[in-house]
Structures are given as C-alpha cells and as structure tokens.
C-alpha cells in the first residue's frame, strides 16, 4: 500500500516551459487535491476533485490545469510556467464518505524552481 | 470567509522543555480544527484532530491541543518535547460540510529543539 505517491520529487523549469505534476493514489479514495506551499502562507488549496470526472477551483488556480480521468490519478499542469509558479507542491486524498472523520493523506511533495 | 493565523513563525525549544503553539481561527460556525506536522522533506502528517464534545483532544507522538470558542483558538501542546519533534507546525480548519477537501492552513510554526 503506497498510499499518495508524487512524482518528480524535485523539477527545475525555465520561464514558458509546460510540464505535468503526477499524484497517484491507492486507496480508492474519491477526494483529491493540489495544494501549494509557501514561506509564511502555509498550504493554499490550487484545485481539487471529489471524484472521477469532477473537479473544481481552489483558492489560487491560476496558471494551473487539472483532469481526473481515473480515482487514482490527479495530474496537475502547468501551462506555461512562471517564476510565481515556483514552490512546493503537495497531492491529498481523502474518503468521501464519513465526512471529516475520514484522515486526508499527503504526498511527499514535488519541489518545482521555474527560473 | 475562513482564516486561520499562527502568530510564531518560529520557536526555539530545549529538549524536555514544554511547547506550546498557539492558532487562532476565523470562522462563521464551530470549524473542524486540525494540526499537522511537516517534518523535513516530507508530507503532511495528522497530529490531532476536533469536531466537537471534549476540547481537550489527544494526538498522536504525545501532542495535545485545546479548543477555547470564546478566544477562537485550538492550541497545541506537548509537555516535555524530544529532539524528534523539531518540525514544521500547521493549523487548519475545515468547513462543516466537508466536500473536497478544501481545508484553510495557517502559516506555520517551525520548532527547533536544542539539545
């Protein structure tokens, strides 16, 4: 059981450049989200999914893309990468069921640098 | 519209020493209150969690935190901290209702442990 796996670990992006951050989980989980990270601001909520086919907007979506064509992947995009798009991005999965009680799980996080 | 504040970025503990992490919140109704620790170059794990009944919660690793509705704060405690606890602290609410998983992080607390 490998429960919420990102991958890359670490990308180096130059200005313009598109890539895909990868989440995958395990655990049938309906919930998924993309957080970022950021000195002083905590975890700020990009976009999420409460299941296969459906996703929605968080917080701070811009210069972001999402899809769920499976329960257990949640590709995150970026477009056209920008220096603002540099930071730590960390994938949860949750049961839907059972409200709050239900623990959200964390990736180990992908540390993106856009230059 | 949901915030969470952690007033100390940083604190600096003596192993066997007590911490405590303070966490203010605003929220319209009675929140569901969390605290997670970042160790480093990992995920999120769930210290502790509150949604009603008893505000004193117990945790995990010997982490304890109490809810105060009338100074809107869910603070954390740990009586005698251990050089493992040196990490990165974060508080978070989440609405009532909890689809996706839309929680509101605040900004941190890292904690240094002097031997």
């Known amino acids: 059981n490998a429960g919420v796996t990102q991958t890359p670990k670490f990308q180096v992006l130059k200005t313009g450049q598109s890539m895909t951050l990868q989440c995958a989980q395990d655990?049938?989980?309906?919930?998924m989200s993309w957080y970022r990270q950021d000195p002083g601001m905590g975890l700020r909520l990009i976009h999420y999914?409460?299941?296969?086919?459906?996703?929605d907007q968080g917080e701070v979506p811009n210069g972001y893309n999402v899809s769920r064509s499976t329960t257990e992947d949640f590709p995150l995009r970026l477009l056209s990468a920008a220096p603002s798009q540099t930071s730590v991005y960390f994938c949860?999965?949750?049961?839907?069921?059972?409200?709050?009680?239900?623990?959200?799980?964390f990736g180990a996080g992908t540390r993106l640098s856009v230059l | 519209a949901q915030s969470v504040t952690q007033p100390d970025i940083h604190i600096t503990v003596s192993e066997g020493a007590s911490l405590e992490l303070r966490c203010n919140y605003s929220y319209g109704a009675t929140p569901y209150l969390f605290w997670y620790v970042q160790s480093p170059g990992q995920g999120l794990q769930l210290l502790l969690k509150y949604f009603s009944g008893d505000t004193l919660v117990q945790g995990i690793k010997g982490f304890e935190a109490e809810f105060k509705r009338s100074q809107s704060s869910f603070n954390l405690r740990k009586p005698s901290v251990h050089w493992s606890d040196a990490a990165e602290y974060f508080c978070a609410v989440g609405p009532k209702l909890a689809a996706g998983n839309k929680l509101t992080f605040g900004g941190g607390t890292r904690v240094l442990v002097k031997p």
């Open positions: 999914s409460v299941g296969a086919g459906i996703t």
């Open positions: 949860a999965s949750r049961l839907s069921s059972g409200g709050w009680e239900n623990i959200q799980y």
């Open positions: 655990m049938n989980h309906e919930y």
